[in-house]
């Protein structure tokens, strides 16, 4: 079945990178677009960034752009998301998220905290 694992995730001053990774299994990574979101306490999940199948086009939220990069390694079958210049509003559960035919899939998250 689909499984997606993240990790990278931590404690980290303002100003500060992380780089995430999420490692999929269960289905051919390089035919699906995947994308990351977040969720913040008391706040709605929301996308954060997302990468087409061969890396063509990349789309991002409005609040990361500039500062997160997301790519992919079909071979390694991992997609990444490095965040550069990291605000205390970036606090979040950063989760994976891949929809492989009909089929929603959800990595468990990993905790971003940015704090001083």
């Known amino acids: 079945q689909v499984q997606l694992v993240e990790s990278g995730g931590g404690l980290v001053q303002p100003g500060g990178s992380l780089r995430l990774s999420c490692a999929a299994s269960?289905?051919?990574?390089?035919?699906?677009?995947m994308s990351w979101y977040r969720q913040a306490p008391g706040k709605e999940r929301e996308l954060v960034a997302r990468?087409?199948?061969?890396?063509?086009?990349?789309n991002y939220a409005d609040s990361v752009k500039g500062r997160f990069t997301i790519s992919r390694d079909n071979a390694k079958n991992t997609v990444y998301l490095q965040m550069n210049s990291l605000k205390p509003d970036d606090t979040a559960v950063y989760y994976c998220?891949?929809?492989?035919?009909?089929?929603?899939?959800w990595g468990q998250g990993t905790q971003v905290t940015v704090s001083s």
């Open positions: 269960g289905f051919t990574f390089s035919n699906y677009a």
């Open positions: 990468i087409t199948s061969t890396s063509g086009r990349k």
């Open positions: 998220y891949a929809l492989v035919g009909s089929i929603v899939s």
